[in-house]
T-cell receptor, first 108, second 115 residues
Framework: RKEVEQDPGPFNVPEGATVAFNCTYSNSASQSFFWYRQDCRKEPKLLMSVYSSGNEDGRFTAQLNRASQYISLLIRDSKLSDSATYLCVGDSSYKLIFGSGTRLLVRP | GAGVSQTPSNKVTEKGKYVELRCDPISGHTALYWYRQSLGQGPEFLIYFQGTGAADDSGLPNDRFFAVRPEGSVSTLKIQRTERGDSAVYLC?????????????FGPGTRLTVL
């Protein structure tokens, strides 16, 4: 079983839609969690950090449920430019442990 | 300022050959990491340097893989006797330190293809 698991998608949604991605992790010792965004043939870039009760940044909201070992990312009012792969990431000290990614396609 | 750079951007080699992949971290970043990303997967940790020393090389798949960072800045990942299964994108990342608040910044990667 992978340490971080997420639905690969793809999620195909119209512009303006709200979309939610989920992720589960198995290492209860992980302290920090992140969502990274990766465009096709590009490097991953940090989208948001998710600490304790979660946080919001504009149209993006990330939640962490430690009891269920579950992380979510909510994107409101989707834009065409949100099309990318979203990687759920936990840490193991300095190491980043990546999920396989969820692909999002936002259509006009 | 300049981000993490990696060279070459693409490398095609034949099975059994030796390859070197280079990473230039962000200036002043003491921590450097190598990850490998296969098609359809997330990046997987290979090795972590703090300064010049490899603090954790537990992710290196076998003894054909080796990495150095002799002066605490540039790092080279070396792969001997390449195999087709080594084909992947090799990503380098650096961070100011290695604490919880230290974001890892990734380079564009080297796409290695072993024929």
């Amino acid at each position: 079983r992978k340490e971080v698991e997420q639905d690969p998608g793809p999620f195909n949604v119209p512009e303006g839609a709200t979309v939610a991605f989920n992720c589960t992790y198995s290492n209860s010792a992980s302290q920090s969690f992140f969502w990274y965004r990766q465009d096709c043939r590009k490097e991953p870039k940090l989208l948001m950090s998710v600490y304790s009760s979660g946080n919001e940044d504009g149209r993006f909201t990330a939640q962490l449920n430690r009891a269920s070992q579950y992380i979510s990312l909510l994107i409101r009012d989707s834009k065409l430019s949100d099309s990318a792969t979203y990687l759920c990431v936990g840490d193991s000290s300095y190491k980043l442990i990546f999920g396989s990614g969820t692909r999002l396609l936002v259509r006009p | 300022g300049a981000g993490v750079s990696q060279t070459p951007s693409n490398k095609v080699t034949e099975k059994g050959k030796y390859v070197e992949l280079r990473c230039d971290p962000i200036s002043g970043h003491t921590a450097l990491y190598w990850y490998r990303q296969s098609l359809g997967q997330g990046p997987e940790f290979l090795i972590y340097f703090q300064g010049t020393g490899a603090a954790d090389d537990s992710g290196l798949p076998n003894d054909r893989f080796f990495a150095v960072r002799p002066e605490g800045s540039v790092s080279t990942l070396k792969i001997q006797r390449t195999e087709r299964g080594d084909s992947a994108v090799y990503l380098c990342a650096s961070s100011l330190g290695s604490g919880l608040g230290d974001e890892q910044f990734f380079g564009p990667g080297t796409r290695l293809t072993v024929l």
